[in-house]
């Protein structure tokens, strides 16, 4: 769970761009993208979600306050949430930042078993 604060107000206010960082940190965090959602509201702000095999990142934009909740949900080893992350804190210009990593689902199973997620 992430929470950007003091961005740049222009970049969270435009969708295209906030779908832009998002899809990137993806990519960057090497996950593999199955859709993409964003909503721009009136007056400002902005809502989206990137579904990816591996969960989704999801974001909400208040402009008139440079600030960004983010959510970096993912499984398996394959992904590095962190990369992501940073991207987005570069991106975004966040002046400051919290993370914090919840680990969930941690199944009593191997996570090789688990087949729900597309190849």
């Known amino acids: 769970m992430v929470e950007l604060f003091n961005c740049d107000s222009k970049v969270l206010n435009d969708v295209h761009k906030v779908e832009t960082i998002m899809v990137d940190a993806a ?7 199955v859709d993409v959602v964003f909503h721009t509201f009136n007056p400002h702000g902005i809502s989206g979600v990137i579904v990816i095999a591996e969960s989704h990142l999801a974001i909400h934009t208040w ?18 949430p962190w990369r992501a992350y940073h991207y987005m804190v570069k991106k975004f210009k966040a002046k400051s930042m919290t993370a914090v990593e919840m680990k969930r689902g941690m199944l ?6 688990l087949k729900h997620k597309p190849a």
């Open 27 to 33: 990519k960057h965090a090497h996950a593999r993208i």
């Open 63 to 80: 402009p008139e306050f440079g600030f960004a909740s983010i959510d970096i949900y993912t499984c398996g080893t394959e992904i590095n």
């Open 108 to 113: 009593p199973i191997p996570a090789r078993l």
